[in-house]
């Protein structure tokens, strides 16, 4: 019964608006979201999990492990990114990053003894995480359909080739499997999520309360977010063009004036 | 003979050469002037609206945080404070608006303000809400760029006392119309705060099927299970 129920939903798809309505066929192609019956579903299923599994479990790490030590926690496993980092900011052609996170690779192993302090910021080398989606986004490759992962939450085609290509790549695996410990992987992945949960508890609240419709919220950041990492938009000196459209005249007087906002929209409308 | 006539031919040459130059100087002289007179003083409105938005920001700041994280006011005092700071200085009407999206004009002005007044209500116990954990942040500003003389991006920086938590970059996209000021959006990590809010709209009014209907039916049971909690 379950599994024709799964089966039903694998085969839905999003309907397609009606053709003759530019806006909507236009709004549609943008969402790009053909899946989007089985992504909501098994969202669903990520959230009941997140609900019985995950956020008690991030609750108890907040509870029960000190401070500094989540801390310590939170710059080992970000000692661990690095070399994927470095490896992505190369494919990047970006050498200074490359050389950047070699750096923050080096100090942080040191003088942060084996990644435990996060020495490499108050030097001056701030975490800026490069993976080979942005890789593949910066050499020209589409992101493609949304898609929804069990488990490993949002994410699009190029992201999860990305995913996989990063597993392969990270010395870290190739450690753990030649020294089959392959429990090493699993409890990095475990303790990562973990820490990620623990510092996104008050952030996925605040979410989940104040959004209509948290997927397609979550949709939305989503793609913000991986915009932003691509264009390096957080330490770049680039500014990210303001999101309201140039058309878009800021409209000072507001409710007092009703009658400038009925001439922005007749002039919109034209 | 020859010996003039090239003397003469090169004068002629050195003529023309001269009234080249004095040509090339008289347009870089327009060209400075014009430069002077519309590019001057743009450029120094660009600069001026960098430095009021950054002030207009750092106030924003100072005041929501007086309004809304003195414990010993009563909470809906502090929801009533900061609704009239929220109104004076966000541009409510127009972020609501580019929120829509194209289902604005298909609405009546009935529905429209309707939907602006559940907006605004929304919008405020969010903020209020989310300044319940204020637990000592401050604000950073790290540095403002117009791209015309009345907008500008406030770039800053929220500083989190837990060591633990790295600061998180907001930017504040502030518009300016006459002596007035308001914000128009937030962008937090990259992410803004009107488009996400569109995107979240626009999946209401897909679903539903019904407009903007459907939408104010969604905000007002939003609001309600709010009130509830």
């Known amino acids: 019964m379950a599994s024709f129920a799964l089966v039903g939903s694998l085969g839905a798809c999003a309907s397609a608006p009606d053709p003759s309505d530019v806006e909507a066929v236009e709004e549609y192609e943008r969402i790009n979201d053909p899946f989007e019956p089985l ?135 190739h450690w753990a499997d030649n020294t089959r410990r392959n429990y090493a992987v699993w409890t990095r992945t475990g303790v990562d999520t973990l820490k990620f949960r623990e510092q996104n508890l008050e952030l996925i609240d605040d979410l989940q309360n104040s959004s209509l419709d948290f997927y397609a919220t979550v949709r939305s950041l989503y793609r913000q977010r991986r915009g932003a990492a691509i264009s390096n938009g957080d330490n770049s000196d680039r500014v990210p063009a303001p999101s309201i459209g140039m058309d878009f005249e800021p409209l000072v007087s507001d409710r007092a004036g009703k009658a400038s906002l009925d001439e922005q929209v007749s002039s919109t409308q034209q | 003979m020859n010996k003039f006539r090239q003397r003469s031919n090169n004068s002629k040459f050195l003529g023309i050469q001269a009234r080249g130059f004095a040509a090339t100087v008289a347009i870089a002289m327009v060209m400075a002037a014009t430069a002077i007179f519309f590019a001057g003083p743009a450029r120094a409105d660009m600069a001026a609206m960098e430095s009021s938005s950054t002030q207009f920001v750092e106030a924003l700041a100072t005041d929501a945080l007086s309004a809304l994280t003195d414990p010993e006011i009563p909470r809906d005092i502090r929801v009533k404070q900061f609704r009239v700071l929220f109104n004076e200085r966000f541009a409510v009407t127009t972020i609501g608006r580019f929120v829509l999206g194209r289902h604005w004009k298909d609405a009546t002005k009935e529905e429209q303000d309707e939907y602006l007044a559940l907006f605004e209500t929304l919008m405020v116990r969010t903020y209020v809400d989310r300044f319940e954990q204020y637990s000592g942040e401050t604000l950073e500003m790290v540095r403002a760029v117009a791209d015309k003389d009345t907008r500008a991006t406030v770039q800053t920086k929220l500083i989190r006392p837990d060591i633990s938590k790295p600061p998180v970059r907001m930017d504040w996209v502030i518009g300016a119309k006459g002596d007035e000021m308001k914000v128009i959006d937030v962008a937090v990590e990259g992410t803004s705060m009107a488009q996400t809010l569109r995107a979240d709209f626009a999946s209401i009014i897909r679903q539903k099927g019904t407009g903007l209907t459907g939408l104010i039916e969604a905000l007002k049971d939003k609001l309600k299970s709010i009130e509830a909690s």
């Open chain 1, 39 to 173: 992504n909501r579903t098994i969202f669903e299923a990520n959230l009941a999990l997140d609900l019985v599994v995950l956020e008690p479990a991030a609750r108890a790490y907040r509870w029960g492990v000190p401070e500094v030590l989540r801390v310590s926690v939170a710059n080992v496993l970000n000692l661990l990114t690095q070399p994927v980092n470095a490896l992505n900011a190369l494919l990047q052609g970006d050498l200074k990053h490359a050389g950047h996170t070699v750096g923050r690779f080096v100090v942080n192993a040191t003088f942060g003894v084996a990644g435990l302090a996060d020495v490499a910021t108050e030097m001056g080398l701030p975490n800026r995480p490069e993976d080979f989606g942005q890789t593949l986004a910066v050499w020209g490759v589409e992101d493609g359909p949304y898609l929804m992962l069990p488990l490993m939450g949002p994410s699009n085609p190029r992201d999860g080739v990305g995913r996989i290509a990063d597993y392969f790549a990270d010395p870290f695996n």
